[in-house]
């Protein structure tokens, strides 16, 4: 008897229908779910080479320089040291200005009997707040209490310091006034003092506030020199100070503070899965933000290798003046112009709220216009000694003036300088790197008809950064 009778023609064998269907259920169940295994395998395996991809980025920074500790880059007080923040805090709480006094005090051009009364009140009884702000500017070390851990820290201290830079400006044209150059002079030095603290902080919006700081006390130098000549001895105190100024590395050290404290703080809380944390910073829902930390996470190490490569070049950029910054700051945009967007979620979100070309513009706006104050320093004790100004800045330097170069000058030269009637102007080439022969951009608005070209001009580069004193 055969082991498998024959079906008869035109009927199907029940025994292999029923092994068809079975193997079509087994198939229906069991292909989805082998494509799932493949993909979890995927997904492992991908996680796993991109953590490695990611500490091999991290190390390799990390020796570099370019990563630092957070404790190397928080401002502390050694052990016994006096803390300049715990007097800053002191004169905050004694300074006493009431909001009617403050709208009167401020207006610098209206040099009336009235506003000078006031003026001389409130200096008088501030005395206190200014000796305390003297004090803590002269003072080495100074760190505020920051919670650095936060990438979204408070920071009052920035306010406060401001309202002390034009309180400080205040004394200096009352000063100025009374004809105490001198005493103006170390008014704006006490301000310029205060900026170097603040850029202790690894903080780029820090930086900006020093270089608005440092903005105001240079404009308020150039006041006193215009009105008069302060002694050669005030001059060149006020000049050593500004030599020793280095803004190239507090600017570089916000930016590795940008990617040490704020930036790996992001990634971490991303990482640790907390949406609502991210939220707070990131402008994304926060389902998106759940899930692209949840399932995404080969797409997130992915993003912040993209942010660490980006981040990299823009401190590579910092380091250097802006003129020769340009390619760095290219190479930095392209990564992230390179990068899917799907790969760089949270990248693109702190690239955006970073430093941009335009801080790093500011920055040496400011050094020129140090470097100009400098020069214009050295000009008026060269005419205390000598009873006239020198026809060249070579002359400065034949005396052993330490005579600065012009940051915006493309190769390195020196700054322009020309007697003009009885006093003299100095000039850096500004952010466009034309010589405009000492127009500066006041002088563009000046000679605008309309309001209209007025605005249009503030996005312009085309100005010098001047120093003029007519005597």
């Not at 490695?52 to 040291?81: F, K, N």
């Not at 006493?96 to 008088?124: C, I």
């Not at 001198?182 to 903080?203: F, Q, Y």
């Not at 040490?260 to 991303?270: E, I, K, R």
Request: with cysteine; charged share 25%.
């Amino acid at each position: 008897m055969p082991r498998h009778p024959t079906v008869p023609a035109g009927q199907s064998d029940p025994g292999r229908v029923r092994r068809l269907r079975l193997l079509n259920r087994v198939g229906c169940i069991g292909l989805p779910l082998l494509i799932l295994l493949m993909l979890l395998i995927g997904w492992w395996t991908g996680g796993s080479w991109s953590e490695r991809r990611l500490q091999e980025e991290l190390a390799r920074l990390e020796s570099a320089g370019v990563l630092l500790p957070p404790e190397d880059l928080i401002p502390h007080v050694p052990e016994g040291e006096t803390n300049a923040a715990d007097l800053y805090e002191q004169a905050f709480r004694v300074y006493s200005v009431s909001q009617d006094e403050w709208d009167t005090l401020y207006d610098f051009y209206d040099h009336s009997p009235e506003r000078l009364a006031l003026v001389r009140e409130v200096v008088e009884r501030n005395e206190g707040y200014y000796q305390l702000l003297d004090e803590a500017a002269r003072t080495p070390h100074c760190a505020f209490p920051v919670n650095w851990a936060d990438p979204y820290a408070s920071t009052p201290h920035y306010a406060k310091l401001r309202e002390a830079t034009r309180m400080l400006g205040v004394r200096a044209d009352l000063l100025t006034v009374d004809g105490d150059y001198d005493g103006a002079l170390e008014s704006c030095a006490t301000g310029l003092r205060l900026s170097e603290h603040i850029k202790l902080e690894p903080s780029i919006i820090g930086q900006l506030v020093a270089y608005a700081i440092q903005q105001a006390m240079l404009g308020t130098v150039k006041e006193t020199l215009s009105a008069g000549s302060p002694t050669p001895e005030a001059c060149r105190r006020l000049f050593d100070q500004i030599a020793a100024i280095d803004q190239i590395e507090p600017s570089v050290r916000a930016v590795q503070g940008d990617l040490a404290l704020d930036g790996m703080a992001v990634f971490a809380m991303a990482r640790a899965g907390d949406p609502k944390a991210l939220a707070r910073i990131l402008d994304l829902p926060e389902a998106a933000i759940a899930a692209y930390a949840s399932y995404g996470r080969p797409l997130l190490i992915a993003d912040q290798i993209t942010y660490l490569r980006h981040m990299e070049k823009r401190i590579a950029a910092y380091s250097k003046p802006a003129v020769a910054a340009g390619d760095l700051l290219e190479e930095a945009a392209m990564i992230l112009e390179e990068a899917p967007s799907y790969r760089s979620v949270i990248t693109q979100q702190l690239a955006f709220a970073g430093m941009s070309s335009v801080g790093l513009r500011s920055r040496d706006e400011i050094t020129a216009h140090l470097g100009a104050i400098q020069i214009a320093l050295a000009l008026k004790v060269f005419q205390w000694e000598h009873e006239r100004y020198p026809d060249t800045l070579a002359e400065l330097a034949a005396e052993g003036w330490s005579v600065p170069k012009d940051p915006f000058a493309v190769p390195e030269a020196g700054y322009g300088y020309s007697r003009d009637g009885d006093g003299f102007v100095v000039w850096s080439l500004g952010p466009d790197l034309d010589d405009d022969f000492g127009v500066s951009r006041q002088d563009r608005l000046t000679a605008a008809s309309t309001t209209e070209e007025r605005l249009a001009m503030y996005p312009s580069k085309d100005y010098d950064i001047v120093v003029r004193c007519p005597n």
